[in-house]
């Protein structure tokens, strides 16, 4: 212990010897970490805040697909999946995108029947729509359209403009899934989407057990050719599955850290110069085993991957959850005109740090491990003369 | 103990103390996150999963119900336009879903 | 008894293609107590010799007895430990770290047992006030100069009280009267017990009467 304390205590003094080169090194290693930590939290938040409430879907989603493309669904298909085993209700549900003109944009028209009291507690001001050309919509769009509870919505729509009166607005804590919302009566979102009485864009059915998802699975898709049904199982995964897939903007963001923690890395390979060479030929002269040399270059990789990574990744997440990301969060939106500011609960918990912390300082270390220990197996005196 | 080792330790005490800041407050706001109820009444009503990442492309927009092949309809091998397009891609699992019919 | 013997010492460097010779067969003994002076020009294999008969090279060929240890085949970490325990080496180039203070410098050796004992710490600076260095020990090393390090270098090398002091060009940094000073001194560590062996192509060291034996070395052999 005594004999570790003392390696340590070299070790810091040889960092501070090299004080300019041992802050580039950890700076650069801050900001390495930073713009991958960045690029991490932000996905892995997105990831869990799809997951946190996959719970409240529909155990299955019914679409019909025709020539590849999803097409509307007969209603009085959702009768005969109601006489299936274990179907607990089934609800064809009618929602889809609307081109929004003036701004440029989709927005998400969703009809339902809910209207019960208890679910206004879903919008930041006014209620649920109950009746005829009510709409709830989503802060952002309120915003962009200028309108507030109590205004009425124009809707461009064959040439006419249907007025809604907006009877309430979501936001606050759910912006991130309502800012592009027009929540209305089905009757009121079939004509706005111009989908005819009897369809429906999609069936949701609840089963009364998950386990038999994929039984009831088989079983429509045999009563429904062309039929294509998500499984909330499967919904779970799908943002764990879309990232992996691409993740274009990850490597992206990747390229430079990875070109930066190179170049790092052959700085720490490479790099062990004349001075620090010749250094370990005189600690190996002066009775130093290569143990000791060793030791002594771990600790300095150690101290300053630790801090230089723990930096990183509190300016990662500074950056992220503090100040919105900037930048990243802006090339995520991507075009979009309506855009919820980034507000995402943290993934990141102290296992995540940590492994965070490992897959940093671990390699950092062994590079800088390896020039040392050749020139502290070579005899003393050459490593001090220089010779290879 | 030396005056290196003593300023050792408070670096790497800040650095702990940083990390562990973070961590409280990822805590803290998870915490939060879960307490708001709005949120999780808002799914409650509208019953789809996605976030409003885009309002300029539709698959985007709900890439868990989005049909497989959606990204590339109209161009099949075409580069996505839209440049979230390279963050969220289609859905393979969902995908694979729809594949097997 | 011998502090040191070397028998049939051969050490080879390959140096691109062509293959060195530094040292071709040595037969060597050294007696406890002696202060031995080991004369040749540059280039001679002085340097190389010094350090296999201090555990530092391991030799091509040939055998190498410490006190009556033989280090030929020992692992690296069995030789650094009999080096730290029982030789002190200074070396032709000072190698001081020029960025660290003199006293940090002195108690370098120390570190891979623990770091300095107070007793140890008092030693090094009695060390350095007796080689005239008391007023520098807080100053860089690289700010020393010539004289100065070389003396450092010999506290140093003292400073885990070897039995067996080895120098490489002890004066090739000092003037007459500076490399007179150095002879008192290590004499005065001769008459305390210490086996001390001087590498040097200084005539004045080697023609010392003080000096107990001196030895000449030509194209890695010694002459008789």
């Known amino acids: ?388 | 103990m030396t005056g290196r080792l003593r300023a050792l330790a408070i670096v790497l005490g800040l650095a702990a103390l940083l990390i562990a800041t973070v961590l409280a407050d990822a805590a803290r706001r998870r915490a939060a996150r879960d307490a708001e109820a709005s949120h999780r009444l808002l799914v409650r009503v509208i019953r789809l999963p996605d976030l409003a990442l885009s309002s300029s492309s539709r698959w985007l927009r709900h890439p868990s119900q989005a049909e497989p092949g959606a990204a590339l309809a109209d161009l099949p091998a075409g580069l996505d336009v839209d440049p979230a397009g390279a963050l969220i891609g289609p859905p393979r699992a969902v995908l694979e879903a729809g594949r097997s019919r | 008894m011998s502090a040191i013997v070397a028998a049939g010492l051969v050490k080879r460097y390959a140096d691109g293609a062509r293959r060195v010779e530094a040292v071709a067969g040595v037969d060597l003994e050294i007696a406890a107590g002696t202060l031995v002076v080991l004369e040749g020009p540059s280039g001679s294999g002085k340097t190389t010799l010094l350090g296999l008969l201090g555990a530092m090279i391991a030799p091509t060929a040939g055998s190498v007895a410490i006190l009556g240890e033989d280090v030929t085949h020992l692992r690296d970490h069995h030789r650094a430990a009999l080096r730290r325990a029982h030789v002190g080496f200074v070396f032709q180039d000072l190698s001081l770290i020029g960025a660290m203070r003199v006293l940090e410098n002195v108690l370098l050796p120390l570190v891979p047992r623990g770091g300095a004992r107070p007793d140890e710490r008092a030693r090094a600076i009695a060390l350095l006030e007796r080689f005239g260095l008391g007023g520098e020990r807080d100053a860089r090393a690289s700010r020393l100069s010539g004289g100065q390090r070389q003396r450092a270098a010999i506290a140093r090398a003292l400073v885990t009280a070897p039995e067996i002091l080895l120098l490489d060009e002890p004066t090739a940094h000092l003037d007459g009267a500076n490399a007179g000073g150095l002879v008192d001194a290590l004499c005065a560590l001769r008459d305390e017990g210490t086996t001390i062996v001087a590498a040097t192509h200084d005539a004045r060291l080697a023609r010392d009467a003080r000096v107990d034996r001196a030895l000449t070395m030509r194209d890695g052999a010694l002459v008789p």
Request: glycine share 10%.
């Open chain 1, 1 to 388: 212990m005594r004999r570790q304390l003392a390696l340590l205590d070299y070790a810091v003094g040889a960092l501070g010897r090299r004080a300019g080169k041992s802050a580039a090194l950890g700076a650069g290693l801050a900001f390495v970490v930073a713009l991958f930590g960045a690029a991490l939290l932000l996905t892995d938040a997105i990831r869990a805040e799809h997951e946190r409430l996959v719970e409240e879907m529909p155990d299955l989603t019914v679409q019909r697909l025709v020539a590849g493309r999803p097409a509307l669904i007969a209603e009085s298909f959702a009768d005969e999946l109601r006489g299936l085993p274990a179907v607990r209700a089934v609800e064809p549900r009618v929602w889809g995108y609307y081109f929004f003109a003036a701004l440029e944009a989709n927005v998400t028209i969703v009809g339902t029947e809910r209207a019960d009291p208890a679910l206004d507690a879903a919008l930041a001001h006014g209620r649920l729509p109950r009746e005829g050309a009510e709409v709830a919509i989503g802060e952002d769009l309120a915003d962009h359209l200028g309108l507030r509870v109590g205004d009425a919505m124009g809707i461009p729509l064959d040439g006419d403009i249907v007025f809604s009166p907006v009877v309430g607005t979501f936001g606050g804590g759910s912006a991130i899934r309502s800012a592009d919302l027009v929540v209305a009566r089905p009757a009121h979102a079939r004509r706005l989407l111009d989908v005819e009485e009897g369809w429906a864009t999609d069936l949701a059915v609840d089963l009364t057990t998950e386990d038999e998802a994929r039984v009831i699975t088989r079983r429509i898709t045999e009563r429904l050719p062309g039929a294509r049904v998500l499984e909330r199982r499967l919904l779970r995964r799908t943002y764990e599955l879309t990232f992996d897939a691409r993740g274009g903007l990850l490597a992206f963001l990747l390229v430079p850290a990875l070109a930066a923690f190179l170049l790092l890395a052959w700085e720490r390979l490479s790099g062990l110069g004349d001075a620090e060479r010749r250094e370990i030929g005189i600690l190996k002269a002066i009775g130093w085993a290569t143990a000791d040399v060793l030791a002594a270059r771990v600790y300095e990789s150690l101290v300053l991957s630790l801090t230089g990574a723990a930096v990183g990744i509190a300016l990662a997440y500074a950056y992220v959850f503090w100040l919105g990301a900037p930048g990243l969060w802006g090339a995520l939106l991507g075009w979009s005109n309506l855009r919820p500011a980034l507000d995402l609960a943290p993934a990141l918990d102290p296992l995540q740090a940590l492994s965070l912390l490992g897959a940093v300082v671990v390699p950092f270390v062994a590079v800088g491990v390896v020039p040392a220990w050749r020139a502290a197996t070579l005899d003393p005196d050459r490593a001090m003369r220089g010779a290879e």
